[in-house]
Structures are given as C-alpha cells and as structure tokens.
C-alpha cells in the first residue's frame, strides 16, 4: 500500500491553517475577470487539493488496468488499489463492512439504485414513501417512477419558517403503508441540518428503513454509519474534494443482499448461462461493468485529505464562517436570507430585493465571486417561500473572511447598479 | 471572458426598472405564456393584431433584468410592424444573442442589439430570448412556450440548424 498522501501538517494544534490548506488548491490561484476567484459554490461541487489530483494521475500514469480480471501485475495492482480505496471509504463513514460501500457514479446513481433495487422489490399498490419539502429532485424524482410504476404514493414533511422539517408532522406521516423514509442530511438548499437520528429512531420504532442524502453532509462533518443506524446512505465524491463521476452508497449489508441489482452486466455475476444467472454477492452485486476505478481510488485520496485536515478542524472553521457571513449579510438592507435553521451547515441562500438570482450571480461573477442561482435542484423548497430562485453562496474549509468580504462588497455593487 | 458589464448597460437597467407596455391588454386577439422553469421566468404576453399588423402589445410577468427589458424593448421594437416583420425579428435577434448575427448582412435590430453581450453569456442566452419566443408562440396561436429543451439553442441537437 501507498503512504498516505497526507498528514498531520494540515493540522496545526488549535485552528485550522487556511493560507496553508489554500495552498493545496491550485484552482484557486484563478482571477476571473481579473479579480482574485472566490469560489462559493462548493455544494455545487467542491475543488481537489494536489495531493487528490497527484492521485488521479498516479494511477493514470503507473497502476491503470481493468480491476478484478486478469493475472497480471497491473490487473492485481488497480484491483488492490481500488478495493484499497472501499476499505478507505467504509473506514471514513464507520461502516461495519467493507462490503456495505458500493461504488456509484454518485448520489443521484446511488439514490437510483435504491429506488431500483429496494423500491422497486419492495413498495407495493397502496404503499408509502416518505420525503421532505428539503429534498434535492434527485431524492424525489426516482421515487416518483417507483410509486407511478407501483401505484404507491409519496408523502411530504413540511417544514417551518426557519427551513426546519417540522418533526410532529414527520411523526404522524410515519403508518403501517410507510415502506421508506427519505431525508436529506443537509438542505443543498438553505444549508439546514436535519434531525436524522431522531428521525431514523422514529421510524425503526415502525419498522420502517430509512435511506439518507448525504451529499451535502460528507465533505462537513463526522459521518459514523454504525452510530447513525440508517439503512442507506448516499454521497458523492466531487463534493468531497474529490472528482466527478464517483459516489458512494451505503447499505446495511442485510437489505443489500435481499435487494435486487440495479444494473446487469459484468462484475456482477457469479455465473452466467443462457437459462440462469447466478449473481456475485454483495458489493459486486451491484456495480456492473467496468467501474470508474481511477475516480473509486480518487476518492480514497480525497477520504484521506479530509481526515488528514481533520473533521472537527473543518467543522469549527466552517461554522466561524457561517457565522461571520450571516451576520455581515444579513447587517445588508434589502437582502434576506431564506433559511434560518438553529442547525446549519455553512450555506447562505440569499434574495436581494428587486434584483432577481441571475442577475445577482452574473454580476457577481463580474467581481470573480463564484455562487449559484436558481432553484438549486429544490423546486419544493422554493414554492414553500413563494420564490423562484435564490443567490448561493456555500462555503468550505478553503474559504476565508476575505471571500466572505468580497461576496458582501459584490452584493453592493448589485443593489448600487440596480438602485 | 463574458463582459456583463456591457451588457448591463443603463438602457436595460432603465427598462428592468420602467418596463414598457406593462400590462394585459383587455381586447387581445393573441395570448402566449412563456415560462423558464430552470430560472423561474414567466411571462404573459397579449397582443393584437389589426390588418395583419401588430396593433398593440403589452406583456406581464416576474423575471431577470435581461428577460424583462428584453420583452419592454421587444414590445416597443415590433409596435406597428408587420408579422412578417415582427417575426423576421425574431430571427434576427435570436441570431444576435446567440452571436450567429452576420454583422455585414443588413438588419432591423437598432437599439436591441445592446443585447449583444449575452452570446458571451450562454446560460443567460435564455434569459433574453424568453420574450421572442412567447411572441413567436403567440402570433402562431400557441398559448405557452418554453425557452428550455428543443426550443432552447443551447439544448440544440449537435449538428442542428441554428
């Protein structure tokens, strides 16, 4: 096995060292329109650090072959380093078993794969899932097709003023037709952090497994499978400092293996004959063909970073700037923030009065401030505040006051062009 | 890189602000909806058309500054003209924000080619033609239309016709 490409030097005792860390990330040396990058859409997708991207083309360079096939020494070195990679991300979640990571394309595959191999096997005529107004479309639309297909039904948790799910209202959706509960970990949204153990606790109470949308909540904060008991959980890589084209999902190896594949094709058999088709168990169960290995073992890179980095220092600097942006954005007259949860991650959606998103983000761009517009993927999140669209701006651990300054400057510029 | 601040020129911050022919007229002969669900722009559009001309034309509706005074300025520019005119627009402007305008053929764009910065600005492209589609839809009895998908020429087949 490779030494781990990082370490303690990220760590200094006390704080975290952001110039230090920012040195790590060549991408954000940019200047767009030749002003420094500031770059706040990480829940949109976050930037590799040099060590990630040296990974990427280490294997790339020396250890690329097809996994799981051949004899060889490259055949024997990429299946290592890819089942290495497996270990690396249960070790990061605190799965009880290796096999319970399955390799995704991402969320939106992991989140698929369930609807597919759960949802599909098990929800029935009459049946009920159970969403939230937060979740992203794509914790929604994959259970649409499935209670369309079975003549099942959804039902929807509310949430408050503040963009918090309102938790007596979860309780009383919770019956004898509930087949799954789907939740996102954190609203990509208004950043709100959802109570998922208490709602996981609620509906095991019934009997009832529980799938979480982790994509917003991996790359923030301390994951534990074994503490959080969920059924499934689903993350991907770009959000993580990693790269596109990966994800993960976790699974209790107990559903895994009474669920159906997802996807037919190589990898996933034990035998094959015209007449019957014995398949592999689990995790190769589910992840047919030819995997993206260089991606899987990316990730791993990106898992070791982030632990590297440390969870708690992450957290802390996090929540200092959130903090710190919410007070200076919200000290701005004629700009709200749309989601005021007790619990957040470090996400501000913002409206500006009079100016709609786009024209806040593209003249913010106009400034190098990168932040997202729109619906964010969240359509019932907008209609539950009577808007079409808000101005994102989502922070990581490479995020400084500064950034948080320029943003509030650029804010400025807006209202002043539009005044 | 994309030069917004020529395209948020003083002209379409004046009309983001004072939108003109703002309203639904009573006595339309045509109606369109136009919708960007992936922004959330909306607008009504009426019109009436007398002798086969554009004889009034007002529209209504919540979007960006770019999509807004693209309609006011759209409304003012096809006032009084023809159909035909109204619709040879039409192309025209669709080639100016989509930077496919043959700057030496002649053309009868006069002041919507402030408009021309967003062909440096493809997810803003949308934005400003939202309002010439719903007037294409409305002169040819179509009551809605979408900028997004097949209509959108940024979601053109690869190869397709501009």
Known sequence: ?419 | MADSKQLYQEVILDHNRKPRNWGVLPDATHKAEGHNPLCGDHLTLTLKLRDEAVDAINFQGESCAICKASASMMTMAVKGRSRDGAERLFQEFRDLATGKLDAASPHHLGRLTVFAGVSDLPTRVKCAILPWHTLHAALNSVASTTTEADEDPMHAPIGGSA
């Open chain 1, 1 to 419: 096995m490779n030494a781990p490409q990082t370490g303690l030097k990220h760590a200094p005792a006390g704080g975290l060292d952001v110039e230090r860390i920012r040195a790590d990330f060549p991408i954000l040396r940019l200047k767009v329109n030749g002003k420094p990058l500031v770059f706040l859409d990480n829940a949109a997708s976050s930037q590799m650090p040099q060590p990630v991207l040296d990974r990427w083309n280490r294997y790339q360079m020396t250890q690329h072959s097809n996994i799981h096939r051949a004899v060889h020494f490259l055949s024997e070195t990429a299946t290592a380093e890819y089942e290495g990679a497996r270990k690396k991300l249960a070790a990061f979640i605190n799965a009880k078993e290796e096999r319970e990571v399955i390799f995704t394309t991402g969320t939106t595959d992991a989140i698929n794969l369930v609807a597919h191999g759960y949802g599909r096997k098990f929800v029935g005529p009459g049946d009920e899932i159970v969403l939230t107004t937060l979740e992203h479309h794509s914790n929604i639309v994959p259970w649409q097709m499935v209670v369309e297909e079975k003549g099942a039904r959804i039902r929807v948790v509310p949430v408050n003023d503040r963009g918090e799910l309102i938790f007596e209202e979860y309780l009383k959706l919770l019956g004898p037709r509930t087949r799954l509960v789907g939740v996102g970990h954190v609203s990509n949204a208004l950043g709100t952090i959802n109570p998922i153990r208490e709602m996981i606790v609620a509906a095991h109470g019934k009997g009832i497994p529980v799938l979480v949308d982790g994509a917003q909540a991996a790359p923030h904060m301390k994951l534990d499978m074994q503490a959080l008991d969920c059924d499934f959980y689903a993350f991907s890589g770009h959000k993580m400092f990693g790269p596109t084209g990966i994800g993960v999902l976790y699974g209790k190896a107990g559903w895994l293996e009474k669920m159906q594949p997802y996807k037919g094709g190589g990898d996933m058999i034990l035998s094959v004959t015209f007449e019957k088709t014995i398949y592999n168990v689990i995790p190769g169960k589910f992840e047919a063909g030819t995997p993206p290995i260089a991606a899987a073992i990316t990730l791993g890179a990106a898992a070791d970073y982030i632990t590297g980095v440390g969870m708690e220092r992450i957290h802390a600097h996090e929540t200092d700037l959130l903090d710190y942006a919410t007070d200076r954005v919200n000290r701005l007259p004629g700009v709200r923030i749309i989601g005021t949860a007790e619990k957040k991650a470090a996400v501000i959606s913002f409206v500006v009065d009079g100016v709609h998103p786009h024209d806040v983000g593209t003249l913010l761009n106009e400034e190098g401030v990168a932040v997202r517009t729109g619906h964010h993927c969240a359509q019932p999140v907008m209609t539950r505040f009577g808007i079409p669209a808000t101005s994102r701006a989502s922070f990581a651990f490479y995020n400084t006051h500064a950034e948080v300054d320029a943003l509030v400057a650029g804010i400025r510029k807006v209202q002043k062009a539009f005044g």
